[in-house]
Structures are given as C-alpha cells and as structure tokens.
C-alpha cells in the first residue's frame, strides 16, 4: 500500500505532465488537440482521479492510525520517505514530517539537530540566504515560512492530527486561545513567500487618453507616468515561554499547537498591519492609514448605518473604474451587530446585513483585528488583490533554557521578516464613523 506523500507526489507529477500537455497543445499551431493528445490528456484526468480517490483513502487510513496512537499515548512511526517526484516534493515531505517541539527539546539540551528536523532547519537557512535577511544574533535552528501557511496546518482536517484536540487522556489539557483569525487572504489579498533580496517595487502605470483631432492636426505628446509603492521587508519578533511539561510530550496534538500557534500569531501580526499599520517606524502602512483611500462623505461625526451609506463605497470605487469582480466588505464584530438590528425600511421586513458572510450584496469579512476608532467602527471596501503581503526568508527561533527555568518553561525568541503594501489605494474605500451608540 502506498503512503500518502508518495501518492501526494505522484499526483503532483501528473497534474505537472497534463499542464505541459496543455502547453503543448497551446503553442501548437491550430491550437487544438490531436488524437493522440486527446487520448493522453484523458488518460491523465482519469489517473488523476484515482490518485484523488486513494490519496482520501490514505488520509483516513492515517487519521486511524493517529486516533489509535494517541489512545495509547504514544506517536505512531513516521519514518519519513524519499520518493523521486522533484525538488519540491521531496522538500513539502520533509517538512511535513519535521516536528518543532523536537527541535526545540533538542535545542534546549545543547543537541545537534538531526533527521528531518536538522533538514528543516537547512531549508529555512537556505529561505534567509536567498532573502539576504541579516540575523540579529545566532538562532538555534530555522522554521521556513512554507511551514507556515494556514491552508496546510488547519485546526479540523486530517482528523485534527494538527491542531485538533491535544493529548488524549493525558496532561495537559491545553486549550487554544481566544484570538482574532487572519481574513487578509481569504479576501484575495496577494500573497508572497519566500521572497528574496529587498523590496519589490509595485509600479502602477498611468492612464492614457486620445483626442480627436482635424485631418492634418497634431497630435499631443502625452507621458503617463508611472509610479506606486515599494513592499517592504519589516521584522518581526517575540519572546515567549513555553512549559517544559508541554514540550516533552510527542503527541502529535502537541506539535499541532505550537505550529498551530506560530502560524496564528504570526499571520495575525501581518493582518493587523495591513489593516491598521500606522507606518510609522518599523511598521507599515495599513489601509486605514494609507493616503489616496476613497473616504466617505461622512468624515466628522458618527452616523446610524443606512443603506445608502452602504451603496456609497462602491459607488466611490466606480468613479476610479475600479474592476467589479473582486471586490468585499472587512468589519468588525460590533459594526455587523448593529448592521443586523438596523432594518433597511419600515415594512419589508429586512435588515442591512443578514448573513454572517455577505453585506450588500458583496463578500464581507469579519475580524477584531479592524479597530476601533474613536469609539466609532470603520467599514472597509475594495479589491483586496491589490493589497501585497510577502513574506521573507524563514523564521529564526532562540531557545533559553535558563532564563525562565524557575517557572519550568523554555523561552523562545522567533523573528520573521514581512510586510504589506497597497498598490493602488484607489481600490479602496473607508467609513471611519459608523457608530453603535447613536443607534441606542
């Protein structure tokens, strides 16, 4: 029976065989398929399909074997498996087995890494040389941002094996906490990871435009400039401790929730940034801070939520053509309170906002990481594909046995590199005055 990673990378080669088919056809010259192409691109989908159908059966198999393991308060081996399937593969099967409460154990006792947990801290030093991401001090292993990606460690899939519930009839109980949830890329924004060098440029160009002239008239020299933002690389660090009681378990709950934990905080950093970053030092600009953001007309007191408020930022972003097809809401919880008790009119019997995932029509997000300001709740609108979040290098992480020995915790000091940059702020517009009190 064949493992998960191998059916995984198998998969990935004949997803990659049936794109370079397709590429084929493409640069053809009728840009059709032959019979032969027609035969083999079938052929594909259907294998395609299969390894679909035995990689489902391989996740149960693994997620039974995990339940089993942790009854018994054990891990189950994983010995991990080096398939021929690229590069990539080989690097997505390593850090998928890699465990980060080893490292940690092992780095805490003055241990050299090794296994998959030595290739993992390799990968992420390779992700900083190619950033050129200057260390501060010297770390005692790395954690490659590829690690660190919600979609591929989520709190309920593979039967909560990564970040599920924690050790099964064992100490500790730890609980995850109360904390706001990354929306940034669940509304299109642009991702990056493991970028390299320094800042990327994100030119916009200008706007042309023609006259109409006579037969014989001259035309008029016309430079649409070309300007826009740069993405920038800011540092991000914190210092924690983490129970050694925590650490020495090898349930695979455990390892969930520290990575799980590492994931959360630091993509919560990012969002909150791209949100609300004041651009001041070391800190970047947000979309409520950012110049050339669409305001609204209402920009003095607080106002009662109406629909024509609503109506108003779409319409701000139609008179910059910004593109329909992407745009959303973002607010925050006490804003889509009030939304959901102010009616649209006296007698339909509707209310602004009644879904949890739609207002006006329109995509909408919700997430404590939108602030707050001056006691009035700000609504945000636009295309989120125009705000860019990347990602350099790895995470470096400093183990201290020492310095929080007293309280039986290992202190970890992680620092990252990110940042977030909004290409065209006219794809954005804000209320800043929607106010909760004014409607009581």
């Not at 308060?73 to 990539?88: S, V, Y």
């Not at 909150?272 to 110049?291: K, V």
């Not at 007191?301 to 959303?328: F, H, Q, Y």
């Amino acid at each position: 029976m064949k493992k998960l990673a191998e059916l995984m990378q198998e998969r990935a080669a004949k997803i990659k065989a049936q794109s370079d088919l397709l590429a084929e056809v493409r640069s053809s010259e009728k840009k059709e398929f032959t019979e032969d192409q027609q035969t083999r691109f079938d052929g594909m989908t259907a294998e395609i399909k299969e390894l679909d159908t035995q990689i489902e059966r391989a996740k149960e198999i693994d997620a039974a074997e995990k339940r089993a393991a942790e009854l018994n308060g054990k891990p189950i081996d994983q010995p991990r498996q080096r398939k021929e399937g690229g590069e990539d593969a080989e690097r997505r099967a390593i850090l998928g087995q890699a465990s980060i409460t080893r490292a940690m154990r092992m780095a805490s006792k003055g241990k050299i890494l090794d296994g998959a947990e030595k290739e993992m801290s390799e990968i992420g030093m390779e992700e900083n040389r190619n950033a050129e991401v200057k260390e501060t001090g010297e770390a005692d292993f790395y954690i490659p941002t590829s690690m660190l990606r919600a979609d591929a460690y989520t709190a309920t899939e593979d039967a909560g094996a990564y970040g599920g519930d924690l050790i099964v009839k064992q100490p500790p109980r730890v609980q995850m906490p109360f904390a706001a949830k990354p929306v940034l890329e669940s509304l299109g924004a642009t991702v990056w990871d493991n970028l390299t060098g320094g800042g990327i440029p994100l030119p916009v160009m200008g706007k042309h435009t023609f006259e109409w002239l006579s037969e014989t008239g001259e035309t008029t020299i016309e430079k649409a400039g070309i300007d826009g933002p740069v993405l920038d690389p800011y540092r991000l660090g914190r210092t924690t401790d983490i129970s050694n009681r925590l650490i020495l378990q090898t349930s695979f709950g455990v390892e969930g929730y520290v990575r799980s934990e590492i994931i959360k905080a630091f993509n919560r950093a990012i969002d909150s940034a791209g949100i609300n970053g004041s651009g001041a030092a070391n800190n970047p600009t947000g979309l409520l801070n950012t110049a050339g953001i669409s305001l609204s007309a209402i920009a003095t007191a607080a106002a009662i939520p109406t629909r024509p408020m609503l109506n108003e930022l779409p319409g701000l972003l139609a008179l910059d053509d910004v593109d329909e097809n992407n745009l959303a809401y973002l607010l925050g919880p006490a804003l889509r309170t009030l939304l959901q008790d102010i009616k649209v009119d006296a007698g339909s019997g509707r209310f602004l906002m009644e879904g949890r995932n739609e207002l006006n029509s329109y995509k909408a997000a919700v997430s404590t990481l939108v602030p707050d300001l001056a006691a009035n709740h700000p609504l945000i609108f636009g295309d989120f594909s125009k705000l860019f979040i990347g990602k350099w290098g790895a995470l470096s992480v400093l183990t201290d046995p020492y310095s929080a020995s007293r309280k039986n915790c290992l202190r970890l000091t992680v620092n990252g590199h990110a940042g977030v940059a909004i290409a065209q702020p006219e794809a954005f517009a804000v209320n800043k005055f929607l106010n909760a009190e004014a409607a009581a």
